[in-house]
């Protein structure tokens, strides 16, 4: 998949799954910190997770000043829009970059 940053990612995924997102919609307001992301996970039926990461969660990454980047966890990896490859991939193993916290789907609310 190309053309996509790591929130157009997040927005086709929520797509895929049923829900029509409301997501950052320009590269400053993408740029939000912690917890002024948290409203925005709200909105799209993801809750901050207090356990360990799993299978499905949104993790928030810290990859420089700044610069919040989201991937999803899955079995072998995560999946995220590498910047350097301009594309999404899955890299296997745990993100280099530091959590900020992470999100999953909030199960209690249904779908649009």
């Known amino acids: 998949m190309t053309g996509l940053d790591c929130f157009g990612l997040l927005h086709a995924a929520l797509v895929a799954i049923g829900i029509q997102p409301s997501l950052p919609a320009t590269h400053r307001q993408?740029?939000?910190?912690?917890?002024?992301?948290?409203p925005?996970?709200?909105a799209n039926r993801l809750v901050i997770a207090q356990a360990?990461?799993?299978?499905?969660?949104?993790?928030?990454?810290?990859c420089g000043p700044a610069q919040?980047?989201?991937?999803?966890l899955t079995l072998a990896g995560f999946v995220h829009a590498?910047?350097?490859?301009?594309?999404?991939?899955?890299?296997?193993?745990?993100?280099?970059?530091?959590?900020?916290?992470?999100?999953r789907l909030d199960t209690r609310r249904g779908t649009d």
Do not use: F, N, Q
């Open 30 to 38: 993408r740029k939000l910190a912690l917890p002024d992301l948290d």
């Open 40 to 42: 925005w996970l709200v």
């Open 52 to 62: 360990p990461a799993i299978a499905g969660d949104v993790m928030l990454l810290r």
């Open 68 to 72: 919040p980047h989201c991937a999803i």
């Open 82 to 103: 590498h910047a350097g490859l301009r594309r999404v991939v899955e890299t296997p193993g745990m993100p280099p970059y530091p959590l900020l916290s992470h999100a």
